[in-house]
């Protein structure tokens, strides 16, 4: 098998300090995706740059403190890439991915985090923009024939649901019918596959990976299903188990994990 996760840590440096770590280590994944570092590179120590079984590599924002992808794996990849091309977000360490190369399986696995819309008009902005570049280099990415899988924050919550309070949220970044069609155009028409759907196409409550600070949220399950495993349709199928890890809190966001009927 083939264990996945992806983990929005709301920063690596609070993270560890919650015992992220010691999860990691008895987790037995095979590869990790992070989100939201809010951490360069001096900012790292060495379990954080590689952890025990693990290597590590980062894509860090250029603003201190903010944004900025990284991927754990024990395998070491054949080939690493930062970026999609564009400096605007490029420079917001939004992109990450690891390219494999085993005689068994040439897989992809990339670390994504879409920009948040919810500060502000102008962020939103952004986050249409960052979405109009996307939706081509996904196609591009299909066209590649390898197996791919991307892990993330994608800070949009697909169907009604994925979000407790979906009637309320309807004007909301984040449950915009815009951004909902482009997530809808991505599996339907350019042939990704949202791996947790496809393995629990009925969950609710348990399926939420993010809960606001507010309010209770976490304590009522007031959550979104905003984190994701993406992929090509034929990992899609081999998955075998996913699941949203609740047992301890490392963030506002949970790990989201995935076993694939495959290996490296």
Known sequence: MLKVVSLNLNGIRSAATKGVFD????????????????????????????????????????????SG?????????????EGIGDPEFDAEGRYLRADFDSAKLKLS???????????????????????????PILKSLRAEGREIILCGDWNIAHKEIDLKNWKGNLKNSGFLPEER?????IFDEIGW???????????EG????????????????VGWRIDYQIAT????????????????????????????DSSL
Not at 181 to 185: F, K, M, R
Not at 207 to 214: E, G, L, P
């Open 233 to 260: 349709p034929e990992i899609a199928a081999s998955a075998r188990g996913a699941a949203v890890y609740k047992d301890k809190f490392f963030s506002d966001h949970a790990p989201l994990i995935i076993d694939y």
């Open 181 to 185: 069609a482009w997530l809808t155009h």
């Open 193 to 203: 596959v949202d791996v947790y759907r496809s393995v629990h196409p009925d969950k």
């Open 69 to 81: 992808v990284g991927i754990y794996s024990r395998h070491k990849p054949d080939r690493i890439s």
């Open 109 to 135: 696995v990339i670390s994504l985090y879409l920009p948040s819309g919810s500060s502000s008009p102008e962020r939103q902005e952004a986050k249409f923009r960052f979405m109009k570049l996307f939706a």
């Open 206 to 221: 348990e399926a939420y990976t993010w809960w606001s600070n507010r309010g209770q949220a976490r304590a009522k399950n």
């Open 23 to 66: 999860w990691l280590s008895a987790s037995n994944a095979d590869i990790v995706c992070l989100q939201e570092l809010k951490a360069q590179l001096p900012d790292l120590n060495e379990q954080m740059k590689a952890p025990d079984g693990y290597g590590g590599w980062f894509h860090c924002a250029e603003k201190k403190g903010y």
